[in-house]
């Protein structure tokens, strides 16, 4: 089964830096697309930021494009996700997720699997 661990949460003040880190196990990376969801208290998980399956083409949220970098490491089999000059809005758990059907669109939402979360406390 599919395996996917976040690590790197945690509480930043506002304008501050984190960078989240996702291990897979248990699946071919190179054939995934990965992705990386919020979900704040209240509110509709949202697509933050997601990657191709070679890395050459990324997606990322309006709210966070400039501030955000995704990247991945497929030989090692990690995903990261970047985030700078945080604001209290990105308080979220982040979730990493993989999908290894195909798509044109890397805003598709749909993904099949998806690790245990981790929390982003951004204090202002």
């Known amino acids: 089964q599919v395996t996917l661990v976040e690590s790197g949460g945690g509480l930043v003040q506002a304008g501050g830096s984190l960078t989240l880190s996702c291990v897979a196990s248990r699946l071919t990376f190179v054939n995934y697309r990965m992705g990386w969801f919020r979900q704040a208290p209240g509110k509709e998980r949202e697509l933050v930021a997601a990657i191709s399956e070679s890395g050459r083409r990324t997606y990322y949220l309006d709210s966070v494009k400039g501030r955000f970098i995704i990247s991945r490491d497929n030989t090692n089999e990690l995903v990261f996700l970047q985030m700078n000059d945080l604001e209290p809005e990105d308080t979220a758990v982040y979730f990493c997720?993989?999908?290894?059907?195909?798509?044109?669109?890397?805003?598709?939402?749909?993904?099949?699997?998806w690790g245990q979360g981790t929390q982003v406390t951004v204090s202002s």
């Open positions: 997720t993989a999908e290894s059907e195909l798509t044109e669109r890397l805003s598709d939402p749909r993904y099949s699997y």
